[in-house]
Nanobody, 128 residues
Framework: QVQLVESGGGWVQAGGSLGLTCVASGRTFSPYSMGWFRQYPGKEREFVAAITWIGGNTHFADSVKGRFTISRDNAKNTVGLQMNSLKREDTAVYYC?????????????????????WGQGTQVTVSS
């Protein structure tokens, strides 16, 4: 089992910034990639960003490219998501996810079904 705990969510005005952190633990922690997804009420999880654990290759959803950055600390098993120039449309519950299976195509990194462990989520609310 892998445990993922997100933190850093909150309330911010449009145009502002917010940083999220995911801390991973567990005996079976061994990701090929780590990702961030978000979810709106009544919708399936939507891809935000991903990073491969060894190479640090990143991929972003078009909706956040240029505004969000993803990072990881392999020694501390943490993943960050820095969100800048936030928009009202960014309001969602954000989830950290662990992916064991290898594969670094955009489709593999961006599919929620490819990930096998999830955090409980942290709420991000952007107001205008």
């Amino acid at each position: 089992q892998v445990q993922l705990v997100e933190s850093g969510g909150g309330w911010v005005q449009a145009g502002g910034s917010l940083g999220l952190t995911c801390v991973a633990s567990g005996r079976t922690f061994s990701p090929y990639s780590m990702g961030w997804f978000r979810q709106y009420p009544g919708k399936e999880r939507e891809f935000v960003a991903a990073i491969t654990w060894i190479g640090g290759n990143t991929h972003f959803a078009d909706s956040v490219k240029g505004r969000f950055t993803i990072s990881r600390d392999n020694a501390k098993n943490t993943v960050g998501l820095q969100m800048n120039s936030l928009k009202r449309e960014d309001t969602a519950v954000y989830y950290c996810a662990h992916r064991t299976r290898p594969g670094y195509t955009r489709a593999e990194l961006a599919s929620w079904a490819q990930y096998d462990y999830w955090g409980q989520g942290t709420q991000v609310t952007v107001s205008s």
